[in-house]
């Protein structure tokens, strides 16, 4: 346990807790069994923990939930003695319709999304406590809960003595601005963890990390505590913690990329020179360069680096025009300014623990002479329309061509993305991708993605018109 976090993944870690219907099986807490079959759901709760003085909670788990269970996370804080009601941060699988709810209060805490604050005017918490509920529709699966974490936000964080010191990590670069036009520039925490988890030899997309942990109570893809969870879901250890530099640098020696949460103002720019910022994001500080406002957003930390006797922190900040304007160094006073105290922690997971992750399906592809696409599932053409009915709204359809080049990953590949008609037919321009096989990509909002290839042939060629030829008597 840490001054400003509290980590649960192990046997001895879950023991003191109660445990209602749920055991500890192989490492991770797991539902129940009865007869040999699981019993369909169950709890189980930490015991409380001491934390000194905090004005807010925020959440992290890392779960395994194939398709037919599912986990929600509570947790509760205590004042001077009393203790809050339990709140809930949503059901949570990559599966599902996953939504936080609605903000709701008593007299000594309140939740929004995936935060929970003391209530304003109230005393600080000072102790914390968390439980989590297994669901299964079926008595032959359950969900295994890895990891249980909560992070503080202290009323007097703790002051550190600053060290120093160089390390730089390889991580891939990818812009938020180039994905999918319908989100990318709402998806910059998504984009930040594919680029950490890619690092390991991941093939994740941005845009299937997004959809799988897109947070439909709030409508937002920021949701933390839904991105730690999507995190454990492929399979890594993730938590977010409150931290100071220090913390940072410890993670980077030891090889981890950190995410940082972020937040500045862009230069307010007008076709007159600076203009005014709105009241909104006037506080924020600015980073000079910055492409867009943001009141918070993961970046991923690589390193820290000194030139000329000073340091300086190496940035992959995921709101950039381009891939290659991802990279930033800022010297380490700026990037205080900018860094919110929160940090994402991602570590490889266990050895044979397999994440119920997003998963990939094979797709056959089809372009008619009117060039729209059609897919088919399982040798089932999907009829016109399906793409804008109400069960694949959400969905992200693109392609790539093949260029010769050998990619690290998919996600490093430019991507063209395709909008329905008015018909919901997926249109296709074939003039670039001539004579080249490409990829294409259907990826939906409840952890499937669906991948075909195709060869496009040439098109034909207008038919010749006839040559007139003058007759004469």
Not at 83 to 102: C, N, V, Y
Not at 259 to 284: D, N
Not at 316 to 339: C, G, H, I, S, W
Request: aromatic residues 10%; hydrophobic residues 40%.
């Amino acid at each position: 346990m840490n001054d400003s976090f509290f980590v649960l993944k192990s046997v001895a870690d879950f023991a003191p807790g109660a445990f209602e219907n749920t055991a500890v099986e192989d490492g991770s807490i797991q539902l129940g069994r009865s007869g040999g079959s699981f019993i369909l759901s169950g709890c189980y709760t930490s015991p409380g923990f001491h934390m000194g003085a905090f004005l807010s909670l925020t959440p992290s788990w890392n779960a395994v939930t194939p398709p037919g269970t599912a986990v929600e996370m509570q947790a509760r804080v205590a004042a001077n003695g009393q203790w809050s009601r339990w709140f809930s941060f949503g059901k949570w699988s990559p599966f599902i319709d996953r939504a936080s709810l609605p903000a709701a209060q008593d007299e000594i805490a309140q939740i929004q999304a995936e935060d929970l604050l003391v209530v304003e005017g109230h005393a600080p918490a000072d102790t914390a406590q968390v439980r989590i509920f297994l669901y299964s529709d079926d008595a032959s699966v359950s969900p295994k809960v890895n990891l249980l974490a909560a992070s503080f936000r202290r009323l007097r964080p703790e002051k550190e003595e600053e060290t120093t010191g160089e390390k730089m990590l390889e991580i891939p670069q990818y812009s938020c601005l180039v994905r999918d036009p319908s989100m990318g520039g709402r998806i910059m925490s998504a984009t930040a963890l594919t680029m950490m988890m890619n690092r390991w030899g991941e093939d994740a997309l941005p845009e299937e990390v997004a959809r799988s942990m897109y947070d439909s109570g709030s409508g937002r893809y920021g949701n933390i505590a839904f991105l730690t969870a999507i995190a454990g879901a492929y399979g890594y250890e993730c938590y977010t913690a409150h931290v100071g530099c220090n913390y940072l640098r410890q993670e980077v020696r030891r090889g981890h990329a950190v995410g940082v949460l972020l937040h500045y103002r862009a230069p307010a720019l007008s076709e007159e020179g600076p203009g005014e910022v709105t009241r909104e994001y006037a506080m924020l500080p600015e980073l000079e360069d910055a492409v867009a406002d943001s009141q918070g957003h993961m970046a991923v930390l690589r390193g820290f680096v000194q030139k000329d006797g000073e340091d300086f922190v190496v940035l992959n900040d995921p709101l950039a025009r381009t891939n290659q304007e991802v990279l930033r160094k800022l010297p380490l006073k700026k990037f205080k300014d900018l860094y919110m105290g929160v940090a994402l922690v991602l570590h490889r997971g266990p050895q044979g623990v397999a994440g119920a992750k997003p998963s990939r399906r094979v797709a056959q592809i089809t372009v008619n002479e009117q060039e729209e696409v059609f897919l088919s599932l399982k040798g089932e053409m999907l009829p016109p329309g399906y793409f804008a009915g109400e069960e694949m709204g959400g969905c992200t359809v693109c392609y790539t061509i093949s260029d010769g080049i050998a990619y690290a990953s998919a996600a490093q590949k430019r991507f063209y993305y395709l909008a329905l008609d008015e018909k919901g037919f997926l249109k296709f321009d074939r003039t670039a991708a001539a004579e080249k096989r490409i990829t294409f990509y259907l990826i939906g909002a409840r952890g499937v993605t669906w991948v075909g290839e195709k060869f496009i042939e040439k098109p034909p060629a207008p038919p010749e018109e006839p040559n007139e030829v003058e007759q004469t008597e």
